[in-house]
């Protein structure tokens, strides 16, 4: 009974309506202009009829043509948009219905759209509408004329016409007015920036509910440290609950700041709307957010995805610290081709970071085939957008004739470049051509200057590659404490080679008790790094018991580290410890696979011990065959005793054939 009540109101209801409609139509054909323009506005909307913006506009331009402001200014609004992807939507209903009944869909096109289905925008159009109605008085569209020549929207920028129509519709208290004139005087556009006289007009069209303002008002008392805090904080909420994303950032930021966990919550609840409304500073934010974990723990994959969405955006520095993730393979899988793409897509948009690690990329052929002159040609981009640190690449390149003829004068040019700006490599690069004498007019003492320059600066390279060069100067008395301080320096700033140097240094110079100390010292801190060659010295300094306790346990720990780092002198040295039970249970197999990993990389002695072992037949099986083989290498390498050996294995097989 309801349902068929409910069914009758709506059928008189939309009976009721186009029969209202009929009666406007019969009116507006005679000449009605405010019939016109109801009509125009119906159409619009939709109400009691199919929204059809091309009849809507029909009906509005005979309106606006009568001189009905109202109709001139919606209309405006109506071309400004066009059909706003309504024609689109018809096309596919009209392309659907033509496949099944070619002929009634043409009816019924005609018949709902009588005036087409598109409705194309038209700019310059709309700008002439909205301006005749303005000019008749009508503040909506005073305000909305003086947005238009603001933004260049149908006509040049002129800010005079902006202000001029901004005046006209804010003196009658027009929100929209008041905040694109307060814009104006705000940010010095078109006239010297007041930002006292724009405050009373932002604080009018805030009070009206316009969320622009509100946050241009939020921004202005914040900036300037004198007004209410709570007073601008609640402008800018207001903004934020209004779905303004610059002013959700905005208060997310002051939200973080507070270092509170419900501030942190707020920030990242706020951010996540901006950024999902397509606010990219927001994105960023939330990505810098994510990755610095303020407060939590870092989550790099969200932060990845942020930076991400952001890159996609178009904000080239995420592109960039994207392509950097990538190429880590930090929140994100690691792939360098992809890395490539991403550097690209920033150093296209003039990014020098990103031209630089483009060039990089390319000229050492990561993640995309090697290319030396696109690689030249990207480093000479980074150099023209003021990135010095390409100058000393662009320079290397000319200097070893990679993606151009080997030129050394265009290398000194270009590091001497790079070195007036305070490049510190190119100082380096630039004073190893002239101690080396590869630069034309090459002078060592210029060479030497240029490096103290450098490591003056504190550049560590510089520093230790000074230590070498003092070390290769005489009299050596008065050039090692020279070197020694600038290695020292170097290693102290974490140099593991530096170290390493150092440690090889002082266990050469003697010095007793202190100079063992200190050399176990150094070996120790490089062998902490990592350095394999280290942990052969240390253990060294272990079995012979200098600078350290004798210990061959340890010592037989440090040679495995070495061993397994490939230093064939650690592989033979633990062979023999092994051998032998010195530090460690005697194991001959293990022995054996050390003397062979040796031998394989050439060493003599452990040839010359492996032939003996083979050949002995005593603690392994005998294999004369294998024991020549490896005193002939030995003796290919004039290794000592290595001939006599071959001649005794060659003896032994012959008394026991």
């Known amino acids: 009974m309801l349902t068929r009540l409910l069914g009758r109101v709506a059928s008189t209801a939309a009976s009721r309506a186009h029969r209202a409609v009929r009666r406007l139509i019969r009116q507006a054909e005679r000449g009605d202009s ?12 939709g109400d009691g009829v199919l929204s059809n913006p091309a009849t809507a506009a029909r009906w509005l331009t005979a309106a606006a043509e009568a001189g009905d402001s109202e109709a001139a200014y919606q209309l405006g609004g109506l071309l400004l948009q066009g059909d706003a992807g309504q024609a689109e939507v018809a096309g596919r209903w009209f392309d659907a219905a033509s496949r099944a009944d ?5 009816r019924n096109r ?3 759209y009588p005036d087409g289905i598109a409705l194309p925008a038209d700019i310059a159009a709309a700008h002439r509408w909205i301006g005749m109605a303005a000019a008749a008085g009508h503040i909506a569209a005073q305000a909305q004329y003086g947005r238009l020549w603001a933004q260049g929207i149908g006509c040049e920028r002129s800010y005079g016409e902006a202000r001029r129509w901004y005046e006209r519709a804010a003196a009658e208290g027009v929100a929209a007015a008041e905040l694109g004139l307060g814009a104006l005087l705000l940010h010095g556009l078109g006239c010297e920036a007041d930002p006292e006289a724009a405050r009373p007009l932002l604080n009018r069209a805030a009070l009206q509910g316009e969320p622009t303002a509100a946050y241009l008002l939020a921004t202005l008392m914040l900036d300037d440290g004198s007004s209410d805090g709570m007073a601008a904080i609640g402008h800018l909420r207001a903004a934020a609950a209004a779905g ?16 509170t966990p419900d501030g942190r919550i707020e920030a990242e609840n706020l951010l996540r709307t901006a950024a999902k409304a397509g606010s990219v500073p927001a994105m960023v934010a939330l990505a810098e957010h994510n990755s610095r974990g303020q407060g939590v723990a870092p989550n790099l994959d969200e932060a990845a995805r942020w930076y991400r969405r952001a890159a996609e955006s178009g904000d080239t520095d995420a592109q960039f610290i994207y392509a950097g993730l990538v190429a880590r393979g930090e ?6 081709r992809e890395a490539v793409r991403w550097f690209r897509r920033a150093a296209e948009a003039g990014h020098s970071a990103a031209a630089f690690n483009l060039a990089v990329f390319l000229r050492d052929g990561v993640g995309v085939p090697a290319d030396d002159e696109e690689a030249l040609a990207w480093f000479g981009r980074a150099a023209a957008d003021g990135l010095d640190l390409a100058l000393a ?39 190893l051509m002239h101690i080396e004498g590869r630069a034309p007019d090459a002078d060592g003492a210029r060479g030497r200057a240029l490096l103290e320059e450098a490591a003056a600066d504190g550049h560590v390279p510089a520093q230790k590659r000074l230590g070498h060069v003092h070390l290769g100067l005489h009299p050596l008395e008065e050039h090692l404490p020279i070197a020694l301080d600038w290695l020292r320096a170097a290693a102290e700033a974490g140099d593991v080679e530096a170290m390493f140097d150092l440690g090889r240094i002082l266990v050469d110079l003697g010095g007793g008790e202190q100079g063992a100390n200190s050399a176990a010292g150094w070996f120790e801190r490089a062998a902490e790094a990592g350095h394999a060659e280290a942990h052969f010295h240390l253990a060294v300094l272990h079995c012979q ?14 040679y495995r580290v070495a061993a397994e780092g490939d230093v064939v002198i650690a592989q033979y040295n633990l062979a023999v410890m092994t051998m032998d039970g010195q530090g460690t249970p005697a194991d001959v197999s293990e022995a054996l696979s050390w003397f062979e990993r040796a031998a394989a990389s050439g060493m003599g002695q452990a040839q010359i011990a492996l032939a003996e072992l083979l050949a002995g037949g005593l603690q392994i099986e005998r294999d004369l065959v294998l024991a020549r083989r490896w005193a002939e290498a030995a003796a290919a390498a004039g290794h000592l005793g290595a001939s006599e050996l071959v001649e005794q294995i060659t003896q032994l097989d012959r008394d026991t054939a």
């Open 34 to 45: 405010d019939a016109c323009r109801r009509l125009g506005v119906i159409y619009v909307r």
């Open 244 to 259: 303004l994303p610059a002013a959700q950032h905005r208060l997310a930021q002051i939200r973080l700041a507070s270092g």
């Open 102 to 106: 070619a002929a009634s869909a043409r």
């Open 331 to 336: 929140g994100t899988p690691k792939i360098d």
């Open 545 to 558: 018991g200098q600078g350290v306790r004798r210990d061959l346990g340890r010592a037989v720990e440090l």
């Open 110 to 112: 005609d018949l709902l």
């Open 393 to 431: 690449q662009i320079g290397d390149m000319h200097l070893m004739g990679r993606g151009t003829e080997a030129d050394p004068h265009a290398a000194v040019r270009w590091f001497e470049a790079a070195a007036r700006r305070g490049r510190p490599e190119a100082k380096v690069a630039l004073a």
